[in-house]
């Protein structure tokens, strides 16, 4: 992609007017493009008169989007995109520096940044305005976001999208590629057998020699890399000086840096191998495995990532320790696999090298444990203080911002202490309770961000109306207010809906028959 054009009307538009702040870049590709990134579906409302950037939801729900109008009325013209992908390069004037100077807890330049400043647009007259800049049909930019669009970028740079830069340009560095049928490129000083069958899409870097009867195919293979006789290997990118001897099969994975991988071992699809890692057949290779040697301060580091979703276990060969780790849920698939049996992918985690023994990592978790619990103690701390001596609320936010800085951690990590703080003394009244959440809208909407965090909240909600039975039958009337103070989405509701509709008898969802269908009545008639 040409920046120049790009850099060129963003400045246009700044010296008109310095409000313009940001020009995103974008992409097209149609919703099911393998360079889309799971973990994100962009859909963008914009002017196409202006190329204002109107709204940005990063995953809209499947059941609809909806499109707050405030922005629209001095719009021309709108236009909603879902062909779009975010290229994640930003054209930024001096001032988007000042605005994360002012706001120094960020967390997503997304989800925080872009929202923020689109959300302040709404309700300021001195507002700052975001455009976007769509990338044209010969141009290329995408972002490696994960496994899958590490592969499809890969793929799409032997198919030559990106041209100028493809293998055989020799662009980065002293290399001899050079392109032949089927999109293969090779180095001068490769070695192939006669025998050997390369397929297309296969990359092979200098300094790789493959042996007789060996089938390659769909791969990327590295500098200095020993293929023995009679191994097929699929789908997969092998980095450099590694070594694979005889009657090997490897299928869909990554192997790192001079790795081994002795006769007659089998590599399933989705295995990711670590640095210098050694592999034989009496190794339990299944697929989607992650096998890497480990030091223990990242273990640490790493066990409240892996918590309950994951188990770790050590398998003894030669003098090191390898530690499998068999993850369960919440990533996307791997290079070449399908989702699991249950629909779900598995999470990659990355771990240097060293010995680690298992006692030491339990200690580890410990330490993530007892970080959590001081971010809860801090944050109960903050706001009982707060309210007993009337902080401005402003004042309590930057505090709270501070210490899930400091703490690195969520809001979700101290999501029960809310309702019990704030209503504590409060009566069962729907006066007494509006007023309270009105006080701490601002605090509350630190909680409300995404989608998933207000699910959170109102179940969080739930469990502190089902502990006070003076509040047991206030529920709906408290969910009903966050909704009307624009902290909980339709969506949200209906998403915790659908969750207690699992339950064989939910009082609370009983409760709010009438809301909902009033809800879904709006909803409609919008």
């Known amino acids: 992609m040409k920046l120049t054009e790009v850099f060129h009307s963003h400045l ?5 007017d310095q409000r313009n702040i940001l020009t995103m870049t974008f992409t097209q590709a149609n919703p099911r493009h393998s360079i889309r990134p799971t973990e994100e579906d962009p859909l ?83 507002q ?12 290329y930019a995408v972002r490696v976001r994960d496994l899958p669009t590490y592969k499809a970028v ?32 090779k180095e001068e000083s490769v070695v192939l057998s006669p025998s050997c069958d390369i397929g297309e899409n296969v990359v092979l870097g200098g300094g790789v020699r493959i042996g007789k009867g060996t089938k390659v195919t769909g791969s990327v293979i590295g500098e200095n890399c020993d293929i023995g006789d009679n191994v097929e290997i699929s789908g997969c990118f092998i980095w450099n000086n590694v070594k694979i ?53 990242h273990l640490r580091s790493s066990s409240s ?24 849920k919440s990533s996307p698939p791997l290079v070449g696999e399908e989702e699991g049996e249950d629909g779900e992918a598995e999470k990659v985690v990355m771990l240097e090298d060293e010995e680690v023994d298992d006692d030491e990592g339990e200690g580890g978790e410990e330490v993530a444990l007892s970080g959590r619990e001081a971010f809860r103690q801090e944050i109960n701390d903050t706001l009982v203080r707060g309210m007993s001596e009337n902080l401005p609320i402003d004042q309590i936010i930057l ?59 109102i179940f969080s909600l739930q469990e502190f109306c089902g502990n006070e039975k003076s509040f047991h039958k206030q529920f709906c009337g408290m969910l009903h207010c966050l909704y009307e103070l624009d902290l909980i989405e339709e969506e949200s509701i209906f998403e915790w809906e659908t969750g207690e509709k699992e339950e064989e008898e939910s009082p609370f969802l009983h409760q709010c028959t009438k809301f909902l269908e009033w809800l879904r009545e709006d909803e409609e008639s919008d």
Not at 106 to 124: A, C, H, P
Not at 419 to 436: D, H, N, Q, V, W
């Open 154 to 185: 890969s793929l799409d740079v032997l198919h030559r999208w990106s041209f100028p830069l493809v293998p055989d340009t020799n662009w980065n560095g002293p290399t001899t590629y050079r392109r032949h049928a089927g999109f293969f490129y």
């Open 399 to 457: 505090e709270i911002k501070s210490l899930r800085l400091a703490y690195d951690a969520t809001f979700s990590d101290c999501l029960e202490l809310i309702f019990p703080l704030f209503m504590e003394g409060c009566e069962p009244k729907r006066k007494s309770y509006t007023a309270i959440l009105k006080k701490w809208e601002k605090v509350l909407g630190l909680f409300c961000v995404e989608r998933d965090d207000q699910v959170d909240v």
């Open 128 to 139: 700052h305005e975001i455009h976007v800049h769509i990338a044209g049909e010969e141009e």
């Open 305 to 328: 990532s892996l918590g309950e979703e994951g188990a770790m276990s050590p398998f003894h060969e030669e003098k090191n320790n390898l530690f499998v780790f068999h993850p369960k």
């Open 245 to 297: 001897e005889d009657n090997c099969s490897l299928f869909d994975s990554i192997l790192s840096h001079d790795v081994k991988v002795q006769n007659g071992t089998k590599i399933s699809p989705g295995t990711i191998i670590g640095k210098a890692i050694t592999l034989s057949p009496s190794l339990p290779l299944t697929p989607h495995l992650r096998l890497t040697h480990t030091d223990m301060q």
């Open 44 to 126: 963008i409302t914009y002017d196409p008169s202006s190329s204002r950037l109107l709204s940005y939801d990063s995953s809209p729900s499947t059941r609809g989007v909806a499109l707050g109008t405030d922005s629209f009325e001095k719009a021309e013209s709108v236009r909603v995109r879902y062909d779009l992908v975010d290229c994640y390069v930003d054209i930024c004037s001096p001032v988007v520096l000042q605005l994360f100077h002012a706001e120094f807890d960020y967390g997503d330049l997304r989800k925080d940044f872009v929202r923020g400043v689109l959300q302040k647009s709404e309700l300021e007259t001195l």
């Open 12 to 16: 246009q538009r700044f010296k008109a």
